[in-house]
């Protein structure tokens, strides 16, 4: 480094994709220094645009959007779908898993009585780089710094701050969070354990031309060396078992493309023209730790796994939902003994669950009789209405739990979006990035232990359309409930939890 030191800043993120920038608007929020270095020179990416560059976003996700008053501009740029023939079906896929649909009339939505109806909805699906538009307008608007063609480099941990290098720069921070995606070189820098189950095929995503497009039948089709699905024009997904041999191996020419699908379709197709085309394998690892002293990681950086379902996105916001107020909460000085370590063993659990549902998808795509034979019992049992509803909840993330201990079975989970008498809505309520404090008594009787963390928590007391049998309700700023009462609300029961989230009272 040179004698004169750059400035400090508070957090220093690497990676500009949905994460980082979700991390950034986060901070922002809390009022954090942000500064977010990006490798690549430009945002827009061919890729992104392309209809395999369509991303669902889950429940936890639209809620988080909606928390943040995101959700209308993002839904705003949803894509029209050309390809997509669901809107002329008799039923309404509602989601897949490993290519077997479930439908939105097979789905028992009773089966969760802590959800009400809010603007979030279940599911939304979005081009990744209008994701990232949103984003990335947003973090800036909001007093995030943004450099791009300056991918980490190196990086030294030195006592109280980390001194970053990248595109020839140094640069401080008092923490650094990788959010770099799956090859991330944080993590590689970082000497983070990484760790899990190697690849079983290489997948293909191209855009292409077919001199006869009326050769390759349209839809998803399981055949005796691999899978493929064909959306006309001339949209393919395929995966050919090779244990991920051609993943960045070689160039994707429009020889190599037409010679697998040729093997896996078993047709003589013939390519006019590859367009676009990317790789990607079923390689499932995760991080054994998300912090190492002042560097995290998060999204891809922490765990890879397949995109079949399309959870990767989804996983990586929700690790910076949660991370970020625990992070804004530890620069301020306020935060709880602990509270940051709860990031890795919230977030942990969930992504390990997250691989182990892509592995169990990539069983159910192996070319062998076995496979088939046991795809044809999970299509019986996704078509009842159980079935259907266990893979909605999972598929869509509404039964996220967190073991945060504590009796109520509220607690942990995400607030439901209660509407309040005058009109307002709890997740409104959360914009600001403080706790929140439901008191379903206009009387306010927790007033006054609630006052003690004014600076930190909203109280707001008032009646409800439909309070689901409770009186009072504390929220975490990412959402998710921490003590719950159905009865009269205890005073000493409440001000322990906002001791145990928000550090002592004053």
């Not at 800043?9 to 980082?20: K, L, M, R, S, T």
């Not at 928390?67 to 809107?87: D, F, I, S, Y």
């Not at 192996?366 to 909605?392: K, M, Q, S």
């Not at 007033?447 to 007391?461: D, F, L, M, T």
Request: some cysteine.
């Amino acid at each position: 480094m040179t004698d004169r030191l750059p400035s400090l800043h508070d957090i220093v993120i690497a990676g500009a994709g949905p994460v980082g920038l979700f991390l950034a608007c986060e901070l922002r929020l809390a009022g954090i220094s942000v500064l977010v270095l990006e490798q690549a020179e430009a945002a827009s990416s061919p890729l992104k645009r392309l209809p395999f560059g369509l991303r669902a976003l889950s429940v936890p996700t639209l809620e988080a959007l909606d928390r943040h008053g995101l959700l209308e501009a993002v839904a705003a740029m949803r894509p029209g779908q050309p390809g997509a023939h669901w809107e002329q079906q008799a039923r309404r896929p509602a989601g897949h898993f490993a290519g077997i649909q479930f439908f939105h009339d097979d789905i028992d939505a009773a089966k969760w009585p802590y959800r009400l109806p809010s603007p979030a909805g279940t599911s939304l699906a979005v081009e990744m780089e209008a994701l990232e538009a949103v984003l990335t307008e947003r973090a800036g608007a909001m007093g995030a710094e943004i450099r791009r063609g300056a991918g980490v480099e190196d990086f030294e941990e030195t006592g109280e701050e980390v001194r970053v290098r990248a595109g020839g720069e140094w640069f401080r921070a008092r923490w650094l969070v990788g959010c770099d995606g799956g090859r991330s070189a944080m993590r590689k820098l970082g000497g983070f354990a990484f760790a899990g189950t190697d690849p079983e095929f290489t997948g293909y995503s191209a855009e292409v031309e077919l001199v006869d497009p009326e050769a390759l039948p349209a839809g998803r089709h399981y055949t005796a060396t691999g899978m493929y699905s064909f959306a006309r024009p001339g949209t393919i997904a395929m995966v050919e078992f090779d244990g991920g041999a051609f993943h960045r191996t070689q160039p994707i020419t429009r020889a190599h493309v037409e010679a697998v699908l040729r093997r896996v379709s078993g047709i003589d197709v013939e390519l006019a023209e590859l367009r676009l085309a990317t790789t990607w394998t079923d390689r499932a690892y995760q991080a054994a730790t998300y912090r190492e002293g002042r560097v995290l990681l998060a999204g891809d950086a922490a765990h890879v796994h397949s995109p079949l379902g399309g959870q990767g996105l989804n996983l990586g916001i929700g690790d910076a939902v949660n991370l970020g107020w625990k992070l804004a909460a530890t620069i301020r000085g306020d935060a709880p003994e602990g509270l940051l370590d709860s990031y890795q063993a919230e977030r942990h659990p969930v992504g390990a669950r997250v691989l182990d549902w892509s592995r169990a998808q990539v069983a159910l795509m192996r070319p062998t009789p076995a496979t088939r034979a046991l795809e044809a019992i999970i299509r019986d049992l996704i078509e009842t209405r159980d079935g259907a509803t266990y893979f909605a909840e999972r598929v869509w993330g509404v039964t996220l739990r967190y073991d945060l201990g504590g009796g109520h079975p509220l607690v942990g989970r995400s607030v439901p979006d209660f509407a309040l008498a005058d009109g307002r809505r709890a997740g409104a309520l959360l914009r600001e990035g403080k706790g929140l404090l439901l008191d379903f008594d206009p009387a306010a009787p927790l007033r006054g232990p609630a006052g003690h963390w004014e600076a930190r928590i909203a109280y707001v007391a008032a009646k409800v359309e439909d309070g689901l049998g409770l009186r009072a309700v504390l929220v975490r700023p990412d959402g998710f409930v921490a003590w719950a009462s159905d009865g009269a609300p205890d005073a000493e029961g409440v001000t322990q939890a906002m001791s145990r989230w928000f550090g002592a009272a004053g």
